[in-house]
Every structure is written in C-alpha cells, then in structure tokens.
C-alpha cells in the first residue's frame, strides 16, 4: 500500500468522524417540549402488553402431538373381585405397554372471582378446554404361565382395552393439572397483587367467573 492509498484512508476515516459529529449536534439540537418529555417518560415506564384479557383471557394453549410413552415392564395381578372357592384362577406375572402418537390439547384462561374469606376479587385460573387422544396401544404379557391365553385374548378385546387405557390416562392427566391449577389458584389468592404484577394487568381487566 503507498502513500496515496493511505492518505485517501485517512481522508475517508476523518470525513465519517465529521458527519458522525454532526449527527449527534443535530440530534442534540432537537428541542424537547414538556409535552415530548411526558410521552417519552410514559412510554419507558410502560411496556407493551403481552396478556390482554380484555381481547382473550387464555394465558396458556398447550398444544403436543406425536407423544410416546413406554413401560417395559410392570407388574399385575388378575383375580376375582369376590373369591368363589380356593380354586378360583388367579394371573400374575410382568408385562409391557407402548404408546404411540398421543396428543394433549389444554387451554387455561385467568378470570376473577370474588373470595369467600377477605371478600375482595382475586384473579383464578381455570382449565378451559382439555383433550386428550390416543391412537395407538401396544399391551403384551409375559411370565404368567399363560401368556399365549392372555394375549391372545387382547387380540379380541385390543379395542376395548385401549379405550380404557385412553380413559384412564386422560382421566390422570386432568386430574395433574386441575391439582397444579388449585395449588397455583391458593398463591394466586393469598398473593394477587404479585399476580397481577407478572401479568402486567389489573383486577378490572379479568372477567367474572
């Protein structure tokens, strides 16, 4: 690189230092009114709302698809539920269950309601929409002495015992959460302006359950 070729670097180098000089006097020059100083002030204390209840009151749609669940080896017991004789049969042994493409749909919306205790509103939230779907069970025997017997007869009743294993699953699964939505409904009680304060809104906001 020669001397010309430096020199026109230093050249371009100094012309942006200038205009970048410029810049800023031009920017500083900007007369600030009380007015503007109100608006800016009002808009560095107040963020953009994400939880609008007024709109949509949902703070949760939990959406999972293509769920597996597998227990390789468990343990039962078959038996009558009210024993005839001594030699009435009784199955025992291990077994196998897989689950395939399992989906969860949950939607929880905060609403208000008035408390019994301190008579004041306190935000709540309630499981509005839930389903659970189940398209493919997998459910084998084994170490029963009759674990031909036994899955054999789930080839004729697979139908009826998935739809129980789908019932019941589903039955867990809700009863998970509307357990986590009562504990989570005691802090929100004890501890509403807290929530208030996380969801960036105000008791007049919620709708009445």
């Known amino acids: ?20 000089h410029n810049d800023e006097k ?10 503007r100083k109100a608006k800016i002030s009002e ?18 749609c939990l959406k999972l698809t293509g769920l597996t669940c597998r227990l390789d080896t468990f343990s039962f017991r078959v038996e009558p539920k009210e024993p005839i ?32 205790v301190t008579k004041s509103l306190v935000p709540i939230f309630v499981l509005k929409e839930y389903d659970f779907e189940l398209e ?22 697979r139908e009826i015992i998935s739809d129980l294993v789908a019932q019941n699953m589903k039955e867990g699964v809700r009863y998970q ?17 807290v929530i208030l304060k996380l969801l960036g809104i105000h008791i007049e906001d919620l709708e009445l359950q």
């Open 1 to 20: 690189m020669d001397d010309d070729e430096l020199m026109e670097i230093a050249i371009r180098d100094v012309s942006y230092q200038i205009r970048l």
């Open 26 to 35: 031009h920017h500083n020059s900007i007369p600030t009114t009380p007015l």
């Open 43 to 60: 808009e560095s204390r107040s963020p953009r709302r994400l939880f609008n209840p007024r709109k949509d009151p949902t703070v949760l």
């Open 85 to 116: 004789s001594q030699y009435d049969p009784v199955f025992e042994g291990t077994g196998s269950l897989a689950i395939e493409d399992a989906s969860i749909n949950v939607t929880i919306e905060c609403l208000k309601k008035k408390d019994m």
């Open 136 to 157: 493919s069970i997998d459910l084998s025997f084994q170490e029963t002495g009759f674990d031909w017997v036994l899955n054999y007869a789930i080839v004729g009743f």
């Open 177 to 193: 959460i509307c357990n986590s939505l009562d504990n989570l409904n005691e802090v929100a009680r004890n501890n509403a302006d």
